[in-house]
């Protein structure tokens, strides 16, 4: 049993580390969907929000209607507060579920006597582990969710979810994008000729 509750912990801090910076599967690497060498089109999702299946739909279809253009998504992080927030509770989570194992009292060592809660998680250590493990990636995936779906296009903001409160329909990002493309036609520098 407490095999079982090391690897959900350990697999815990893995998931805690992918969900931090990546789209993909890779830690620390950015998801690059490139269909073309036409202008960018830039994600920035909160992928804790459940925002990935949500871009990869508005991926596969502006892909098909504008196969021009290159497309890429990445994790939106929050302010490094809350990463860090997020960080010491993923460690200080470890470090409490391994002194509640073991049955080390840490209260002792600032000369303290234990709280209740205390006795109570070591007569209760799989509970207690698990109420540990569970509160605590509670509050680290809020600390983690931003609630970001922004896109970009050439680096020009085109939606904001955090400015405007709701995810854009496919209607109207096509809209977006079709005045954006007709923008970037009219922009485009008139060749010169040699004389």
């Not at 709701?166 to 000729?193: A, F, G, R, T, Y």
């Amino acid at each position: 049993m407490r095999l079982l509750l090391l690897l959900a912990v350990a697999a815990s801090a893995v998931l805690r580390s992918d969900a931090s910076g990546s789209l993909g599967g890779v830690p620390g690497k950015r998801l690059k969907m490139q269909y073309a060498t036409g202008p960018l089109l830039k994600f920035q999702i909160c992928v804790s929000c459940g925002y990935r299946r949500v871009f990869e739909e508005y991926m596969r279809v502006i892909s098909q209607r504008y196969p021009d253009i290159r497309i890429e998504g990445e994790n939106y992080l929050p302010q490094p507060i809350y990463r860090h927030i997020a960080s010491f509770l993923s460690v200080f989570k470890l470090v409490l579920i391994g002194l509640i194992i073991v049955g080390k009292d840490p209260f002792a060592f600032f000369g303290m006597q234990a709280p209740s809660i205390w006795q109570w998680g070591q007569e209760n250590k799989v509970y207690a582990c698990m109420m540990v493990f569970f509160l605590s990636n509670m509050v680290e995936n809020q600390c983690m969710s931003t609630g970001a779906f922004e896109i970009t296009f050439n680096d020009v903001p085109v939606w904001s979810k955090l400015e405007s409160g709701h995810l854009p329909s496919m209607q109207q990002l096509v809209q977006i994008l079709d005045n954006e493309m007709k923008l970037n036609v009219h922009m485009d520098p008139i060749p010169h000729h040699g004389s």
